[in-house]
């Protein structure tokens, strides 16, 4: 029994094009959870990106500043601070921070943009064919566009104006 690989549905020419219409739903009010975990992968490669560079940067450089200060505010001989004391006063400086708790939530604030972004993107398309191509477009658009845009963003926000 021999058996005919080209007119198989697997390794025939329309492969592509079976395996992208076996992944897509006719109605679109509901992704496909595939489609779904590739905006969700894209989204984390960004993160990691955002946190491995500039955010890391802009944490380790506020986290510099706030030690200098804590070692002139609550470790100087002139307060009459204990060491737990001392201790307290350095936790509330790094507690009440806002610039260190803004670097720490941009990278929520990017992820619930990169949804947004997407959910408008898709928004009312009633066509799987139209659906698919928005949708690799805006992953698209998250690799090239947006992953260099929150990267600048954030380096004008966190690091160039604390210098």
Same mark, same amino acid.
């Given at each position: 029994m021999s058996v005919n690989l080209v007119n198989n549905d697997l390794l025939g020419k329309n492969h592509f094009e079976n395996q992208r219409n076996r992944n897509l739903r006719g109605h679109t009010h509901i992704a496909h959870p595939l489609l779904k975990k590739e905006i969700k992968?894209?989204? &984390?490669?960004?993160?990691?990106?955002? $946190? +491995?560079t500039i955010l890391n940067q /802009? @944490?380790?450089?506020?986290?510099?500043?706030?030690?200098?200060?804590?070692? &002139?505010?609550?470790?100087?001989?002139? $307060? +009459?601070?204990?060491f737990s004391e /001392? @201790?307290?006063c350095e936790n509330q400086l790094f507690s009440r921070d806002a610039v260190l708790n803004n670097i720490n939530n941009f990278s929520s604030h990017v992820e619930v943009s990169f949804q947004d972004q997407h959910e408008r993107a898709v928004n009312g398309v009633n066509c799987a064919r139209v659906y698919y191509n928005q949708h690799k477009t805006q992953l698209?658009?998250?690799?090239?566009?947006?992953?260099?845009?929150?990267?600048?963003?954030?380096?004008?926000l966190f690091v160039n104006s604390c210098k």
């Open positions: 992968n894209g989204s &984390d490669s960004i993160l990691g990106f955002l $946190n +491995s /802009a @944490r380790n450089n506020r986290k510099k500043y706030l030690f200098e200060l804590a070692a &002139d505010k609550c470790y100087n001989s002139s $307060n +009459s601070y204990s /001392a @201790r307290e698209l658009k998250m690799n090239y566009l947006y992953r260099y845009y929150y990267y600048f963003l954030a380096k004008d």
